[in-house]
């Protein structure tokens, strides 16, 4: 049996029968936090400290966010392992050629790594954020999660991130919180808009001129906070009534605070 890597505990063992299962590496889904990495959790260093593998999703030809960081703590290019997507925003996700080709994407990719998980050697997959949190981590997970030890290490959520410096409390006594990513179609954002008391609006990129022209028709407009790159370098935090142009870049989203009970 191989040594657990020290600071990453083992896994919970089955209970003993007849047949000595076979020992496997451990699947980590590591939450990366939103950008800073003066945001990551001690547990997260430690796993990305002694994890056999990194892997990180991105675009082709680019470093992915959550590896980038990861430099903070590690600079050890031989375990480090891109999945880079084959579309990012070049077709619609319900485009059936998308979701055909991102189907196949994760297929081949969790067959890589239960390889190497069985080979005995722990893999740390790298997300934004939380894992379990609009995470491309969920779609490894689902596909290796009966096979496989996992371990999910909570992280910061780029929201919470966005809504800490933009010093923007987004719930107050019973208030509600929305979250809607921007590419809903603009009724369903305005439904939703206007019968939640806060909300968060994510995944805005070319979507923005959509989110302004919702927020403004569900009457939202003035309390929303536009947050670009919060918590990493080029942070911008400003009032939406105040962007003068519709860009937007992938880390970026709308704060709706709430007006709830205060004492």
């Known amino acids: 049996m191989r040594p657990e890597p020290a600071g990453i505990p083992s896994a919970p ?10 020992v496997t590496g451990t699947l980590y889904g590591v939450g990366m936090g939103p950008g800073d990495p003066d945001y990551l959790t001690v547990r997260a260093v430690r796993v990305l400290e ?9 675009k082709a030809g680019k470093r992915g966010n959550a590896r980038t960081i990861a430099d903070a703590v590690v600079q050890d290019a031989a ?15 319900e485009d059936p050629a998308y979701v055909a080709a991102l189907a196949g994407f994760y297929d081949e990719a969790a067959e890589r790594l239960a390889a190497v998980l069985e080979a005995g050697r722990d893999v740390a997959i790298l997300s934004e ?3 379990f949190f609009y995470g491309s981590f969920m779609h490894l997970w689902r596909r290796l999660k009966d096979r496989f030890p996992v371990e999910v290490v909570p992280g ?14 987004i719930t107050w006594g019973d208030d509600v ?5 921007a590419t809903l179609p603009h009724a369903t954002l305005v439904e939703r808009l206007a019968r939640t008391d806060a909300a968060v609006v994510m995944k805005l990129g070319r979507h923005l001129p959509k989110v302004r022209a919702a927020l403004t028709e569900a009457g939202l407009i003035g309390r929303a906070v ?3 790159r919060g918590t990493m370098a ?10 003068p142009d519709d860009s937007a870049p992938y880390f970026s989203m709308v704060l709706v605070p709430g007006e709830g009970r205060r004492p």
């Open 129 to 131: 954020g939380d894992p």
């Open 177 to 181: 919180l929305t979250v809607l990513p």
């Open 50 to 58: 002694r994890a056999h593998h990194l892997v990180h999703f991105c």
């Open 79 to 93: 375990r480090e392992w891109p999945l880079p997507y084959p579309y990012t925003t070049e077709l619609h996700p």
């Open 156 to 169: 910061v959520t780029g929201m919470s991130g966005c809504w800490t410096r933009a010093g923007t409390p």
């Open 13 to 22: 063992k089955p209970a003993a029968s007849a047949e000595k299962p076979a």
């Open 226 to 228: 536009y947050v670009e």
């Open 234 to 243: 080029g942070e911008t935090v400003t009032p939406l009534s105040e962007k």
